[in-house]
């Protein structure tokens, strides 16, 4: 498709080539914070936003996150969104009942926590991210040049990052593949395992609903999708899909004991998207040892740190 000679000048000196692998919200962070500064190749067997971004329940919280570092990862993630705002950022709160030991975290590691009554807590700095529209703005206003329906097939030394219509080189590959990271880590010679985790998300069409804020509880949680929509996820649900039930309408029923004014929603929607979770639980990202040029990024709360992890990646790359 091109050669290594066929490179972007600025102010006549050759600028580095990044190709970024996976065009969800941590791929198109990552170009984002790269604009002006390099040539950025944003590549994605789909559409931009559309695979594990696209089923993500977004919710911007750092609540109960351990240990304390995650907790502040999660926190910078949430205020380095709040700093960036778009359409897509929807800052509502949070409604749920917090455990003593969580609430003495949330308030020490300064969480804005403020009490309902003997049970329940409000959280004001937690919302919810419309994950998909992030990704596609992030990556228009990249001006990376964005590749669609490319599936890359291999990664050569050098690097040579090839593809089902062809392949370009690159000085650095960013790995953001979210599931198929493993796959884009094996082709660069590096081992990543993913623990495979899979989630329900039900969307209900709920016309003039009264929701304005996330309701958390054990069983279920709610938040606002639009003036007449509702998304519902819950761990029940998340169970039964390893076992093969329909999980919805009982996912449903647990919904209408926190607020009985959904018996009369219905179902617009139920999709099933997989986690990327590394194994350990924690967030993998940076450079590998004795891979040169190579970055990857894979996190479960990967909507939550977008912002944070693509303006890390693209200061690497750059370095």
Request: charged share 20%; with cysteine.
């Amino acid at each position: 498709m091109d050669s290594a000679a066929d490179r972007l000048l600025v102010r006549g000196v050759a600028v580095k080539r990044v190709a970024i692998i996976g065009a969800g919200v941590l791929g198109a962070s990552t170009a984002h914070h790269l604009a002006g500064r390099a040539e950025v190749f944003l590549i994605d067997a789909g559409e931009v936003g559309d695979g594990t971004t696209g089923r993500s329940y977004s919710r911007l919280s750092a609540w109960g996150k351990q240990p304390d570092s995650y907790f502040r990862l999660n926190h910078e993630g949430m205020r380095a969104h709040a700093a960036f705002p778009g359409d897509w950022y929807h800052p509502c709160g949070t409604l749920l009942t917090g455990s003593a030991a969580d609430r003495a975290q949330a308030v020490r590691l300064g969480y804005a926590v403020e009490s309902v009554d003997d049970d329940r807590v409000f959280l004001p700095e937690e919302g919810w991210v419309d994950a998909p529209l992030y990704a596609r703005s992030l990556a228009a206003l990249s001006g990376a040049s964005v590749m669609t329906g490319c599936s890359v097939t291999g990664l050569r030394p050098g690097w040579e990052v090839v593809f089902d219509r062809g392949s370009l080189h690159a000085d650095v590959v960013v790995n953001t593949a979210g599931n198929g990271a493993a796959r884009i880590a094996a082709m660069a010679g590096h081992s990543l395992t993913l623990v495979p985790s899979f989630g329900m998300l039900v969307e209900l069409s709920a016309p003039a609903h009264p929701l304005r804020h996330i309701v958390h509880t054990d069983d279920v949680t709610l938040r606002p999708l639009s003036a007449d929509r509702l998304l519902l996820r819950g761990p029940s649900a998340d169970a039964a899909l390893s076992s093969g039930l329909v999980a919805a309408s009982e996912l449903i029923l647990l919904a209408t004991k926190v607020v009985p004014w959904l018996e009369s929603a219905t179902i617009h929607d139920v999709r099933i998207g997989s986690r990327v979770i590394p194994r350990g639980g924690l967030p993998s990202v940076g450079a590998v040892p004795g891979v040169d040029g190579y970055l990857h990024a894979v996190a479960h709360s990967g909507v939550i740190l977008a912002p944070v992890i693509g303006k890390h990646l693209a200061e690497l790359a750059l370095t």
